[in-house]
C-alpha cells in the first residue's frame, strides 16, 4: 500500500535527517514571534463558519495563485458561495506542483484534519464536507488550533494607537497560550502622504492624551504608548520599510520639516528620508531604552497593479519585491545607534533574494559579545518562505555567520492554519543537516551536537533570546 503524500518522513531523505526531526524537532513547542493573527479572533474564540472562512479568507497566497490559473475574481474575493470558491481552489491545487502552497495545503489537511487524501477537482466535495464537520467540533476553534501545534506564545503585529482591548481579554481569561503585542509604528514613519499622515497623528494624539503640535511632542507621544505597550507585556518592535532611509539631518531641520508636513504640505524625497531618518533612530533607541528586541522588514513594492487596489484594496495579493540597494543606508543606520550605545538587538528580514549573502554578512559587523546571535538574520519571508528560499537563508547563514544561534522559523500569517509552517521549516533543516552529516561534512561523531543544535533553532534560541 502506498504512503499518503504527507507521511511521518516527508521531506527526511536520511536516517540522519529522520533521526534529527523525529527524536528533536518534531514534538517540540511553536514560539511564533510574528503573525498577524487577529486579537480580537483569539479574545472571543468563535467557531469558524467553514473551511472556505478559514482557509481561503485573506490569503493572498491563494489569491495570486488562483488568478494566475484564470480564475474570476467573484470566485476569490466577491460573492461566490463558500463551496464554490473552494471548488476554484481544489481546480487550483494540482497546477501549484512545486509552489510551496502544494505543500502547505496538504499538510494543514493532514495535521488540522487528519486528511491525508491529496486535494484536486475529483476530491474537493469530500474534502469540503471533511472539514466543515470537523470544523463543528468544539475543538476546532482558535484556541483549539493553537493547542494541537502546540503554540507557546505568539506576538500578533499592533499599531501604537492600538488599545490593546482584546490582548487585555486574553491576559484575563487565563489562555493556555501566551499572546503579546508588538510594536509596529510603520503609520508614524510614513510621511509620504500629507492628508494620511496627519489623519494618523491626530488619532495617535488621541490615544496618547498627547497635543501633536511639534515634532518634540510627536516623539512624547510616541515614547507614552511605547510604555502602555511594555506594561502590555510587549517586547518586540516591527519595523516594515520599503527601502532603508539613512539621511542624518540636525535637530532644527528635523523640526521644521516635521513643521512643513504638519501643516498639510507635502515633502520633497530628500526632507522625506531626512524625517522617517530620525523618527526611525528615536523609535529605535526607545527599543533599546526598554530592552525590546527590534525587527526590520525591507524590500517590499506595494499596490503596484493600481487598478486592482482601487477595486479591491490593500493586503490583496498585488505586492512584489522591490530592487532597492540599501547595504549603505542599513550600515550607515545600524552604525549611527552602535557609536551611541543604542543598538538593541535586531533582527534583518530582506524581501529580495539577491539581497541574502550581503545582509547575513551585515549583521556579523555588528554583533558585539554581549549576547550569543545579538544581530539575527531573519528567516526566509514572504515570497521566499518556500523550500528553496528556507534553504538559501540556511546557507547564507551558515556561510557568513552561526547557524547555531538562528532564532528560527515564524507564520508571518493571518491564518491559524499557518502553523505547520514551523514544521516544514524544521524538516527542510534536518534535511540539510542530515545530508551534510551523511555526506561527510560534519563528521558523525558530532551528532549529538548536530541533534542539539535542531533543538536550538526549533525552540531554545528563541526562548532565550526574547525577553518575553
Known sequence: MNRPFINTDFLLDT??????????????????????????????????????????????????????NGVDEYFITGGASPWEKFQK???????????????????????????????????????????????????????????RYNVELVCTTDDPVDDLHYHEIIARKGFPVKVLPTWRPDKAVNVGEPDVYNAYLDRLADASATDIRDYDSLIKAL?????????????????????????????AEVRTIFATVRSGHRLSPEQGKKLQTALLLELCR??????????????????VNTRAWKSLGPDTGFDTIGDYSGAAAIASFLDILDR???????????????????VAAMIANFQDGTCPGKMQYGAAWWFNDHLSGMEDQINAISAQGLLSRFVGMLTDSRSFLSYPRHDYFRRILCRMLGRDVEGGMIPVQEIDRVAGMVRDISYFNAKSYFNF
Not at 506542483?97 to 466535495?125: C, K, M, Q
Not at 502602555?228 to 532611509?245: I, M, N, Y
Not at 551611541?340 to 550581503?358: E, F, H, R, T
Open 223 to 251: 515614547a507614552k504608548r511605547h510604555d502602555f505597550f511594555h506594561r502590555a507585556g510587549c517586547r518586540l518592535a516591527d519595523h516594515g520599510l520599503t527601502d532603508f532611509p539613512c539621511s542624518p539631518a540636525g535637530d
Open 286 to 303: 526607545m527599543n533599546h531604552s526598554r530592552g525590546w528586541v527590534q525587527q526590520f522588514h525591507f524590500g517590499p513594492m506595494r499596490n
Open 89 to 147: 481552489w481544489a481546480e487550483t491545487v494540482p497546477r501549484t506542483f512545486r509552489n510551496p502552497l502544494y505543500h502547505w495545503t496538504h499538510l494543514e489537511l493532514s495535521t488540522a484534519f487528519g486528511i491525508d487524501t491529496v486535494l484536486n477537482p475529483e476530491t474537493a466535495r469530500e474534502i469540503f464536507d471533511r472539514c466543515n464537520e470537523r470544523l463543528r467540533q468544539p475543538d476546532m476553534t482558535p484556541e483549539g488550533l493553537m493547542r
Open 340 to 358: 551611541s550605545g543604542q543598538l538593541a538587538k535586531s533582527i534583518l528580514y530582506n524581501l529580495n533574494p539577491a539581497d541574502n549573502v550581503w
Open 15 to 68: 536516517d540522519t535527517a529522520r533521526h534529527l526531526y523525529h527524536d528533536n524537532a518534531e514534538h517540540l513547542p511553536i514560539i511564533d514571534y510574528h503573525c498577524h493573527l487577529s486579537p480580537e479572533a483569539i479574545a472571543e474564540n468563535r467557531p469558524f463558519e467553514s473551511i472556505t472562512d478559514l482557509w481561503l479568507g485573506g490569503d493572498h497566497y491563494k489569491w495570486r495563485a488562483m488568478r494566475a
